[in-house]
């Protein structure tokens, strides 16, 4: 289902190839060619080494819940129909951190560390957001 007149984000030219992946359904992370660590979100200096020596690498797209928060209100924004909505800190199976929101489970069935799976949303503009579901 398309949402509607909910802002998205702006593509930086270090994220654009980020979003482009996730509009082929692919997750895409970086990887320092100089220290092997992966890197997310989007940079254009390794964090760790400082190398600019950067590639993109596709994520297996699955990993478990970090940390998570359930909105239950909120200012009226166009989101406000979408409480509750679970935002949560996914750690991807690669070993570094994204913010998503958990979609097709009820606030109360989320728990820290229950695997997970992205999935892509299209939205309004052409543009697709990646999300994450619980997997069972
Ligand atoms: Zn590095």
């Given amino acids: 289902m398309k949402e509607h007149s909910k802002p998205i984000p702006q ?9 482009e992946g996730c509009k082929k ?7 320092c060619k100089h220290c092997n660590k992966f890197i997310m979100y989007p940079k254009l200096f390794c964090p760790n ?3 600019n020596d950067l590639e993109w690498v596709r994520s297996k797209g699955t990993g478990k ?5 359930v909105v239950y209100s909120y200012a009226p ?10 935002v949560a800190v996914i750690e991807l199976d690669e070993g570094v ?26 939205t309004n503009q052409d543009f697709v957001l990646p999300k994450f579901k619980i997997i069972r």
């Avoid at 359904?25 to 990887?31: A, C, D, M, R, V």
């Avoid at 819940?65 to 928060?69: A, L, Q, R, T």
């Avoid at 913010?99 to 299209?122: A, G, T, Y």
């Fill in 11 to 19: 593509p930086m030219p270090w994220t654009k190839r980020f979003w």
């Fill in 25 to 31: 359904g692919e997750l895409l992370i970086q990887k």
């Fill in 49 to 51: 080494c400082l190398s």
């Fill in 65 to 69: 819940v970090y940390s998570y928060s």
């Fill in 77 to 86: 924004t166009e989101f406000a129909d979408d409480v509750p909505y679970i």
């Fill in 97 to 122: 951190h994204m913010m998503s929101n958990i979609i097709e489970s009820k606030p109360e069935d989320v728990r820290c560390d229950l695997p997970v799976e992205v999935v892509f949303k299209e």
